[in-house]
Each structure stands twice: as structure tokens, then as C-alpha cells.
């Protein structure tokens, strides 16, 4: 039973659209994360939230945007997709102090063509 | 982030015990060791963590060195579901960034 979600689960789009993929939790987790991941590849840390207002970019540099104005959404927007940028997209949360880890959605797999 | 070494692949049969191991030679002593596990067009889910002491839940138990520079996840009875990437993963106490590396991909022969 997913405590987060993500929307869609696949999506094809033209080059030069605008995309926005969207995630969202129910568990009031502070912390929330966007991984990319190619198929067979590692994950790389895109983007990251402390809270509502907050958002850092990861290890991995990426021509996509993020914003946290709720706390339980953190959708992540192409201004203008490309090729290279087709990949499987994964959220994640994490409560602040919880030591246990994250729980992640079942990704959105993204083709640009 | 300090990193850890997992073998790429390793192969076991049904319902026989699995040892995936994990060098982390560069812990620090305030990192934990997590192992999160990702099933195929799935994101990852997390498996069990630990500090110093080895740890069991209804998934799998941790065995970590005394050292800490090398830990070992054990799958008592592995089934075909078990087959994923499986990571291990050192958490800095006071950051919440993850890395991830290439993890070890799990192949469960019936």
C-alpha cells in the first residue's frame, strides 16, 4: 500500500514540451527527494526538500525545476523536454529525524521523442 | 558521502540462504548502514538498518563487521520474489542525502 504517489506512471511527450511530474505523500514527511535513474543504471540525486519553501539540487545537475509549497507535494517541472532527458523519475520522503529511511513511489518513466 | 562496494551480480537458488556482502571501508562512526532493495519497474524499498549490532526484521538480517568497514545482508530463504538490485548504503546521521550506487543484482534460480 503506497503512502506516496506518483503521476503519471509513463508518459511520452514531444521534444519541446512542457512536463510536470507529480509526487505526493500522505505521511507528513519533512524531507522529499527526486531520483533519476536510466534503465540498469544507479540512481542520482536530483533534487531535494527540507520542508515547505526549501529545495536544493542534488549531485546529479538537471535542467528540471522543483518546488515545495505544500508539504505533502513536490511535483517536478520540464520547461522543455528533450530526448536526453528520458529516464525513470523516482520520489522519495523521509520524516526529519527517523533514522530509518525513505520510502519511495513507483517512479514515472518518462520518454521524449 | 562515504561509498560502498557491492559485488554487480550474484546468483542463488530457491530457498537456499543468500550472504550479499557490502565493503564501506570509509564509514565514519556516526553512519548507519541501510540495504534497500528495488524489484524490477519498481522504486527502491527499504530493507533493514543498523549501526553496530546486528540487527533481524521479518525481511532479512544485518551482520555488520566489528569494524564496521564491511557488512553482509542475509535472505535466510530466498524465493523468486527476492530477485532485485539490492543497495547498501551508508546514511550520515545528521544528512538525509542517500547515494546509491550500482548496488548487486540478485538472481533467484527455481
Known amino acids: 500500500e503506497a503512502d506516496i504517489y506518483q503521476t503519471p506512471r509513463y508518459l511520452v511527450i514531444g521534444t519541446g514540451k512542457k512536463i510536470t511530474l507529480e509526487c505526493s505523500q500522505t505521511?507528513?514527511?519533512?524531507?522529499m527527494y527526486w531520483y533519476q535513474q536510466d534503465p540498469g543504471m544507479e540512481l542520482h540525486l536530483i533534487h531535494y526538500?527540507?520542508?515547505?519553501?526549501?529545495?536544493e539540487k542534488g549531485d546529479l545537475s538537471s535542467e528540471s525545476t522543483v518546488s515545495r509549497i505544500r508539504t505533502e507535494h513536490f511535483p517536478l517541472t520540464l520547461e522543455s523536454a528533450r530526448p536526453s532527458h528520458t529516464s525513470q523519475y523516482l520520489c522519495?520522503?523521509?520524516?526529519?529525524?527517523?533514522?530509518?529511511?525513505?520510502?519511495f513511489g513507483s517512479g514515472t518513466r518518462l520518454t521524449v521523442v | 558521502d562515504a561509498k560502498t562496494t557491492q559485488p554487480n551480480s550474484m546468483e542463488s537458488n530457491e530457498e537456499e540462504p543468500v550472504h550479499l556482502p557490502c565493503n564501506h571501508s570509509?564509514?565514519?562512526?556516526?553512519?548507519?548502514i541501510h540495504w534497500y532493495r528495488q524489484l524490477p519497474s519498481q522504486g527502491p524499498e527499504y530493507v533493514i538498518h543498523?549501526?553496530?549490532s546486528n540487527v533481524n526484521n521479518r525481511m532479512a538480517s544485518l551482520a555488520i563487521a566489528e569494524d564496521r568497514k564491511s557488512s553482509t545482508l542475509i535472505l535466510h530463504r530466498a524465493t523468486l520474489r527476492d530477485a532485485a538490485v539490492y543497495y547498501c548504503?551508508?546514511?550520515?546521521?545528521?544528512?538525509?542525502?542517500?547515494?546509491f550506487g550500482s548496488g548487486t543484482k540478485l538472481n533467484v534460480k527455481p
Open positions: 522519495a520522503s523521509s520524516e526529519y529525524f527517523r533514522l530509518r529511511g525513505y520510502t
Open positions: 505521511m507528513g514527511h519533512d524531507k
Open positions: 570509509t564509514i565514519s562512526g556516526t553512519d548507519y
Open positions: 543498523g549501526l553496530t
Open positions: 526538500s527540507y520542508g515547505v519553501n526549501s529545495t
Open positions: 548504503i551508508l546514511r550520515e546521521t545528521n544528512f538525509n542525502k542517500f547515494y
